[in-house]
Every structure is written in C-alpha cells, then in structure tokens.
C-alpha cells in the first residue's frame, strides 16, 4: 500500500504513523550497528533510533549502556574510552550469526564495529528516500552539556539543524532528561523534542510535559496501564510516540490510542501488520 504525503491527494487523511527502528532492525542484527540500520532502512523504516554517547576524545557513538560490557567483548565506561578503544572491540558476536540464507554478503565488520553518529547520519545521507531519525541523549554522564553541543554541531554539518521553510524536520531529539532536551530548544529550536518517560510524575499526568516541548514518549507500558494520560498529552496538542513496541496487540493498541509513532525493534513486521510491507 502507498501512503500520499499530505499535500500530495486531494483530500489526504491523518498521516500514518511512523515506524521507527529502535536501534536499528535489532531483533535481525546486533543493536546499534550498521547492520542493523541498514536492514531497517531494506525493511521500509520510517525512521531510525539511535542512542548517543560522548567518548573520551569527544565522538559520538551510538551505544545504549555506560559500560560496554553487556554488548562488547569490551569492559568500562564509554565515557572513559576513545573511539579508537571502542572500534577495537567488537559489538555484535554476542547475538550470533545470521541463519538468513538469501540476506547479501556484508562486511563483517558491519555487524561488529562500533557505529559513530557520524557514520549513520552519512547512510542515511545515501539511503535514496527520506529516513528520519530520532536520536536520544543517554543521562547522566560526566560529559553533562558537551553532548548536545556535539550532537547539534554534527547535525549542523548535515544540514540537518533546521527544515527547509514548511517541511518537517528530519531529525527530532529524545531524552529523560528535561535539562537535555532544554539546551537543543535552545540552540536550536527548530528541531522537535521529545520527553521519554519510563514513570509520569505527577505534574506530567494531566497533560503537561516540559516547557517547549511538544511530543511526549511514554513507555508502552504506560500506554497500556494509562490511556488516559495518552489521550491528556494528545487534548493539550502534544504528540505521542511510544516505545518499545514489539507485539501484535501492542501494535494495535498503539494505532488506536492514535500515536503517530511506534518505536519498535521489528520494524518489517510491524510495518506488515499496519498493511505496509
């Protein structure tokens, strides 16, 4: 099925509701590696997640935990290591091989280096559609502000800092952290925020969500327990993109709370159950 852009029928309806990879089609390949990102964009994603983390010597890195230990053979802090220590380990034998017979040939290393934030903004650069991205922030850290500095200088030099005069931007920012997400307003206003929440505090229940920002992030938990804060966010003109959305009925559930975006590590059959593959 082929969705219209709005602008494109005569009388378009809501836009469907985008299909994120959350670190990639990482279900298929190991998390936050090109891999990954590469099989989402195959898959159809409509955008792309990625977490950001500050190196030593100032790189941004896509990997989710402080440490490295839980998805390198690698120990410590990323925080404390440079880029050249990270891309000395590898990120992706501990998922295992592919048993996709017909998947092409990639390099291996693909599967097992370290991904920088530039180098994924560089494949979505030459993904031949428009792919989104939506990057968050990883707090607390030693780094504190130096992250969104870096991470708004390296959108700046894609020219991804600001839309094109009535397009949406390509590339929204995501935290749990309040203070984060209020240096990117800041510096650069034009690119949406989006508050993650793993608990809604009491003063986010009736509808708030942090000074500027417009799109809250429950978890699906939430959105299962709480529809009804769900519907609060979306009446006080907010948006709602849940995470992380992996079975059919939570699929479902998504599209009837009327989220415009599920964040999903099986973006192909998430994209096949909306009638999209």
Not at 2 to 27: C, F, I, K, L, W
Not at 133 to 148: D, Q
């Amino acid at each position: 099925m082929t969705y219209a852009r709005p602008g494109q029928d005569e009388h378009p309806g809501p836009p469907p509701v985008s299909v994120v990879a959350h670190r990639g089609a990482s279900e298929d390949a190991p998390e936050h590696t090109l891999a990954a990102y590469r099989k989402a964009i195959e898959d159809g994603a409509d955008a792309l997640e990625c977490d950001v983390r500050l190196t030593a010597d100032g790189h941004l890195v896509c990997v989710h935990d402080r440490r490295v230990n839980r998805t390198s053979n690698g120990r410590g802090a990323v925080s404390s290591l440079e880029l050249s220590d990270l891309a000395a380990l590898d990120f992706g034998s501990w998922k295992g091989q592919s048993t996709d017979r017909e998947a092409p040939d990639r390099d291996h290393r693909d599967s097992t280096s370290v991904l920088t934030l530039e180098r994924l903004l560089e494949l979505v650069a030459d993904a031949g559609r428009r792919v989104e991205l939506a990057i968050e922030t990883k707090h607390p850290t030693r780094w504190a502000g130096r992250v969104e500095e870096r991470l708004l200088a390296l959108l700046r030099r894609f020219g991804l800092d600001a839309p094109a005069a009535g397009e949406p931007s390509p590339v929204r920012v995501m935290s749990f952290s309040a203070r984060s997400l209020h240096r990117v307003q800041a510096a650069a206003p034009a690119i949406p925020t989006v508050y993650l929440m793993q608990i809604v505090l009491p003063r986010h229940r009736d509808g708030q969500l942090p000074p500027g920002v417009r799109i809250a992030g429950p978890s699906i938990r939430i959105a299962r327990n709480h529809p009804e804060y769900v519907a609060r966010w979306q009446r006080a003109g907010h948006g709602v993109h849940i995470w992380t959305v992996d079975e059919p009925e939570d699929v479902e559930l998504c599209t009837h709370l009327g989220a415009q975006a599920i964040i999903t590590n099986r973006p192909k059959q998430v994209l096949s159950q909306l009638g999209r593959s």
